[in-house]
Every structure is written in C-alpha cells, then in structure tokens.
C-alpha cells in the first residue's frame, strides 16, 4: 500500500486542531494539561470536571511500555459505561502487546519474521505491515522495518498504532474526548476536563532550560524519537549502524503511527529529513536537534 492510498487523517474537517500558543500569552496562565519531553513525561494535575462530565485517569504497564488513558467522557455516558469502554482500550493495548511485540518469540510479528505465516493471515497483521511498508517509501527508505537486525521489526510504528486503535475504541464507545500518552508520545482529541482543548507543553529533548513549546490541541498526534536514552536503539537501515545525527526528533500531525515512524525516520537521516515536511505536508517537525 502506497502512503496516498492510505486512509487520510487530515485536519481541515475540525478546526481548531493543532494551534501554537504564543509563548508571552501563556505566561500565568493555566498550566498545561499534559507535558512531554520532560523526564517524567507526566500529565499535570487534571482540573475538575463540570457536573456533566466524568473525567477518569489509568495508567497501566505491558511489556512494551506504560500507558495513560486520561477520558472526559459525558455524564450521559454513566460510570459503568465509561468503565467498560477504558476496560477495552486497555484490553486492545495488552492484546497488541502479545500479538505483535518483536520482543516475544510467540507473536505474530516473530513468527513473520520466522517466515511460519504470511501476512495475509491475519488482517490487522497485513494493515501493520502496509504501514510500514508505505512509511518506507515516504521517508525514502529511512524508515524501513525491514532493515533491523533480526528482520521484519514495526518497533518504530507499533506504538502508535497500538496507541490509534485503543483510542477508536474509546470513539467507538462514544468518548471522543480524551488523551492518550505513550513515554514521549500522544494521541489527543476533543476537550480536556476544563472545557478546552487539550494544553500540550512539549520540552526541549536535550535543554531543559528552555521554554517549552505550548499546543493547543482538539484532535492529532505528538511522535517522539530519541529521548530514552538508549542511544543506538536507531539504526540507519543503509548502513546498519546507530543513528548518530541527533539527538532526538519530535513530529506532530494528525496520526501517531505516522508520527512516530516519520520522528523514527527523521532521527535516522537528520537534517535531510526535514524535506519530508513541505509542500503541504500534514505532519510537521517540532524538534530535530543535532548531536552535539
């Protein structure tokens, strides 16, 4: 699959999406919702919700990572509801986890690599590997899940697609207002807790002595390379050695299995990278910072 025969997740049908706060407006006001880039990566203390709101927040573990759900689901919705829908899109975010995690001899994903299946033999296997497939020929082969040691790894997408298909779930149960923070990377839509959009203070991966900058978001996507500090978890697929051009590189846009692949792609190749961006691009780099 060609990344223009993909579905589209463009940003012109819900306006405002994605709006950068000016830096001098933000000073004393209210404080973000969510923080990334940080060391903690943490969301800030939720505000209260109104009445006719039930705001909810869960974090949970798998062996890929550590998942926040934060959910402003209507009051309409009742509790036992909400509750059944953060169940699923928690049970969605495990079930990726043991299904396709390269990590686990078992999976889909190692059994792929293995050459014991194919594909095709399981639909959503076929959807992960047509995005990374389609990934690679965006980026020019800078992302390519073929060129790991070891063979076929999506490890580059996988979280953001886990992230995407746990957050249609909670839309899919009639929660369209809520946040979904993977480490360094989210997934947002609607409104926080507050009444507005969601306040997202993205940190500078490398100085924490500067401001951050502020998003005002209601729907898209936050992709972060580069910042756990396993330096050599990139490799560059031409050589197959680390990436060594930056430090880290953070990429917005309206899908976070994009984001995250093209902040993969960008870690990879560098300053090059940022010709990804232009000519209408949906997706945009925040950071690309250079090794120093």
Do not use: K
Not at 9 to 16: K, N, V, Y
Not at 36 to 58: E, F, N
Not at 159 to 171: I, K, P, T
């Amino acid at each position: 699959m060609r990344i223009d025969q993909q579905p589209r997740h463009r940003w012109a049908d819900e306006q405002p999406r994605t709006r950068w706060v000016d830096q001098s407006a933000f000073a004393g006001r209210r404080r973000p919702d969510l923080r990334l880039g940080s060391r903690s990566h943490r969301p800030d203390p939720a505000a209260s919700a109104p009445a006719d709101r039930i705001a909810v927040r869960h974090t949970v573990a798998t062996s890929s990572g550590e998942y926040t759900l934060l959910l402003n689901a209507p009051e309409r919705l009742g509790r036992r509801a909400v509750g059944a829908a953060l169940a699923d899109a928690v049970a969605e975010l495990r079930a990726i986890d043991l299904t396709y995690s390269p990590n686990r001899p078992d999976s889909l994903v190692s059994r792929l690599r293995r050459e014991e299946i194919s594909p095709e033999s399981y639909p959503p296997l076929a959807d992960l590997v047509d995005r990374c497939a389609a990934m690679r020929a965006a980026t020019d082969g800078w992302f390519d899940a073929w060129a790991v040691p070891g063979g076929f790894d999506p490890g580059g997408l996988l979280g953001g697609w886990a992230v995407e298909r746990a957050a249609a779930r909670l839309r899919a149960a009639g929660i369209n207002d809520y946040a979904v923070l993977a480490g360094a990377d989210l997934v947002v839509r609607g409104h926080a807790a507050h009444g507005g959009p969601w306040r997202v203070a993205v940190h500078h991966p490398t100085d924490a002595r500067r401001a951050p900058l502020v998003l005002e978001m209601t729907a898209g996507a936050v992709g972060t390379s580069g910042v756990t500090g396993r330096r050599g978890h990139v490799v560059d697929p031409h050589t197959g050695e680390p990436a060594r051009q930056l430090d880290a590189a953070t990429v917005v846009g309206p899908d976070l299995a994009v984001a995250d692949a093209y902040a993969t792609a960008l870690y990879a190749a560098g300053p090059a990278g940022l010709a990804w961006f232009r000519d209408g691009s949906d997706y945009r780099a925040l950071f690309a910072h250079r090794r120093r």
